[in-house]
């Protein structure tokens, strides 16, 4: 065999060079493709409008007893009323009727003459009615979605219609006696 034909052997230079070789490879394609990745995960952070929305906070002092008002947050409607006491009594005396989801009017407020829950009717996602003096409260003195007939109680929860869950109580905390932060 002549020498072109041959294979020459390799030396320790080579096997370092070869290594080096691969290395560089491999960290200069991580790299790239780290730098290709990134802008795709950091574009499903939430943007700075929906941060902005995350925690409302709302003064309670002007809201009379008996009055709701709705508030915006995370672009839903958040329904909180300030409960009389004919409306808690009603809302515990019916913790034990047949509830299609159980859940007792303490579990849903933290203090029990402030009620507050997201205002989305749980079939199919409409506004119920009933936070306005002049609107229909439905059978149970609470809320009423005429859109498909759906009652809900004192505390939000579904009594009558096809709604298959309570409304929502978001997470909210009490500054004081006067002030909540919603989320």
Known sequence: MSEATQSPESTEDDVGRRDFLVLATAAV?????????????DSMNPSAEVLAL???????????????ITVVWQGKPVFIRRRTK???????KDDGADLRQKEKDAD????????????ICTHLGCIPLGQKA???KGEYG???????????????RIRK????????VPKYKFLDDKSIRIG
Request: charged share 15%; net charge negative; with cysteine.
């Open 54 to 68: 995350s925690k409302i906070e709302v003064d309670l002092g002007p809201i009379e007893e008996g009055q709701s």
């Open 134 to 136: 002049v609107e229909t």
């Open 142 to 156: 609470g809320w009423f979605c005429p859109c498909h007939g759906s009652h809900y109680d004192t505390s939000g």
């Open 86 to 92: 004919v409306e808690i009594s009603a809302a515990v």
């Open 108 to 119: 849903r407020t933290q203090k029990p003459e402030w009620l507050v829950m997201i205002g």
């Open 161 to 168: 219609g096809p709604a298959p869950l309570n409304l929502e």
């Open 29 to 41: 394609g991580a790299v790239g493709a780290a730098s290709f990745v990134w802008p795709l995960v």
